[in-house]
């Protein structure tokens, strides 16, 4: 570490200050708490907390109990004062905070931030500018708000390999998932319930498409593997298209679905490592730990070499459960200001191939429709063995009428399989006369646990 980013620390007793970006739900609840808990802030910090600014986009705006004197529609300017030495970002979005984040990590100022799209698409940039000035950057509140699990990967299992990590990081699809579940309603009527409670946004697109737990992903594959993955790195896909006979289905296979977030070393066929990392609604026994996992709440399942199977499971979303996440790290922050030192920095040595999601081997559960007469069963099963799809289980339905003839229902369940082997052999079941319709195609996770 060279002279200019070496920091031996304040001196234990020295104010700490603090620029608060943002002031929305989670900007409000760190402000409030920190004026409320200040005496337990300080003893912690082993310094007064001082907020120096709040940087809000509408400074006329009614805001209950906040001094009208800190606030600034001036971001810029408020962290580049002296005596601010931590920047709490929380405003959300990315060209803005990108901006705002790396002009503080160039003046040296620690950062704690929410926002998980930003880490996820530029955490190598954001990780370079603190480096570059030894300052902290801190994003626990990033993945799973109060849930605790950026930390452990980046310092508890730092001494250990992760295989896999699999988590529920989206309250709004688990609420929705778990409620056609519970009550065998459809997905657009629970959509509308969840919006009605305020689960879901106006706008869900960002949750029910996958995006949010993308970005999520992103940041725990990085962590856990030790390389740098993005968003535009991780295959997505939502839950819109799950049916509440696709529930029925996985009932019916005692099992539930879940919109999983999935993180993976992968062994290639010449021993070489790489990596998966996808979001997509899957399968999941009941007998799984994240299959208990209910409402709006998260879970984050980790598989190590050493330290075995480990759960972390809580409130994953809203105000009070992220301003915890950012106090957390602000208080780690500010004790390095007071006391010297400096936090683990992005860790990117390993630095694995990233692989095509075709490459990337799974169960499935198939739902056919097919005609209803002998043959038609054997004739699949034999399809589906000369491309490589090894069959676990067939289950043959009662018959309804489609089209002009009588069809019976058809669900398959493979044992592991290559994600482009499953699509060609889609494609193929499709176009066979003797298929009526291709139901579904849903992924299985957990089968081993």
Known sequence: MTENTYNPGKGEGSPVGVAILGLGTVGAQVLRLLQERAEDFERRVGGPIEVRGVAVSDKSKPRPGVDPELLTDDAFTLIERD??????????GIDYPRRVVLEALHAGKSVVTANK???????????????????DLFFEAAVAAAIPVVGPLRRSLAGDQVNKVVGIVNGTTNFILDAMDSTGADYDEMLAEATRLGYAEADPTADVEGHDAA???AILSSLAFHTRVTSDDVHCEGISSITAEDIAA?????CTIKLLATCERVIQEDGSEGISTSVYPAFIPRRHPLATVRESFNAVFVEADAAGRLMFYGNGAGGNPTASAVLGDLVAAGRNKVFGGRAPGDS????????PFGEVETR??????VDDRIGVLADISRRLADNGISLRTVRQEGGTRA???SAARLVIITHSAKEEQLQSCVEMLASLDSVVKVNSVIRIEGMDV
């Not at 005596?83 to 959300?92: L, N, Q």
């Not at 996985?250 to 005692?254: K, S």
């Not at 499935?364 to 429709?369: N, P, S």
């Open 117 to 135: 799209a930003l880490v996820a698409a530029h955490g190598a940039e954001l990780s370079d500018a603190a480096d570059a000035t030894g300052a």
């Open 215 to 217: 970005s999520k992903a």
């Open 348 to 355: 990117t040595y390993a630095d694995l191939p990233i692989l």
């Open 403 to 405: 089209h002009e003839g």
């Open 364 to 369: 499935f559960h198939i739902d056919l429709e």
């Open 250 to 254: 996985a009932n019916a296979a005692d």
């Open 83 to 92: 005596d601010v030495d931590i920047v709490v970002e929380v405003i959300g």
